[in-house]
T-cell receptor, first 109, second 114 residues
Framework: GIQVEQSPPDLILQEGANSTLRCNFS?????LQWFHQNPWGQLINLFY???GTKQNGRLSATTVATERYSLLYISSSQTTDSGVYFC???????????FGTGTRLQVFP | DTGVSQNPRHKITKRGQNVTFRCDPI?????LYWYRQTLGQGPEFLTY????????KSRLLSDRFSAERPKGSFSTLEIQRTEQGDSAMYLC????????????FGSGTRLTVV
């Protein structure tokens, strides 16, 4: 089945810094989702991005489906950005998402 | 709409007892999913429904686990004869049809089996 890998596993930033998180997937996908899990465990959908680039405030994401990767950009990071970021891709022709192991982000003031 | 609602938020049970969790999806969503997450890992797929039909079950869902979605609305996940290895966060999500957008997750039910 599809494999989803994320890097880096951990990231420590000072408030105001920018960062790029990467997600590689082993098979062709027709959608890819990015989630933020806050320190209380809530998973928030950030982007549904099968291909191309989307932006939402300080966050943006780019998926290059032909090269099987996606990037999440966080600009001017804030302490509230702390948590774990997951990308997830579906098993072919299903809605079953396979999650990566996540990138744990800590932003300090 | 208040999003995806899960109850209870926390459950502590003794080994061998049965537990049941409930998920109320976003009303317009016809797909409902259950995932399990253990500490330090990403969520793992358990099962999903399209309306009231259960379309797929993971091998993780042993015969002690059963899920239902009567009338295509709320869903319940029951675990019989709980084991310590069942301790985890159980997450519910809902979505529109495939290709129509992403998942919305609930806050989860944290199960601790003692």
């Amino acid at each position: 089945g599809i494999q989803v890998e994320q890097s880096p596993p951990d990231l420590i930033l000072q408030e105001g810094a920018n960062s790029t998180l990467r997600c590689n997937f082993s098979d062709s996908v027709n959608n890819l989702q990015w989630f933020h899990q806050n320190p209380w465990g809530q998973l928030i959908n950030l982007f549904y991005i099968p291909s191309g680039t989307k932006q939402n405030g300080r966050l943006s994401a780019t998926t290059v489906a032909t090269e099987r990767y996606s990037l999440l950009y966080i600009s001017s990071s804030q302490t509230t950005d702390s948590g774990v970021y997951f990308c997830a891709a579906p098993v072919y022709n299903t809605d079953k998402l396979i999650f990566g192991t996540g990138t744990r982000l800590q932003v300090f003031p | 709409d208040t999003g995806v609602s899960q109850n209870p938020r926390h459950k502590i049970t003794k080994r061998g007892q049965n537990v049941t969790f409930r998920c109320d999806p976003i009303s317009e969503h016809n797909r409902l999913y259950w995932y399990r997450q253990t500490l330090g890992q990403g969520p793992e797929f358990l099962t999903y429904f399209q309306n009231e039909a259960q379309l797929e079950k993971s091998r993780l869902l042993s015969d002690r686990f059963s899920a239902e979605r009567p009338k295509g609305s709320f869903s319940t996940l029951e675990i019989q004869r709980t084991e310590q290895g069942d301790s985890a966060m159980y997450l519910c999500a809902s979505s529109f049809d495939r290709g129509s957008g992403g998942y919305t997750f609930g806050s989860g039910t944290r199960l601790t089996v003692v």
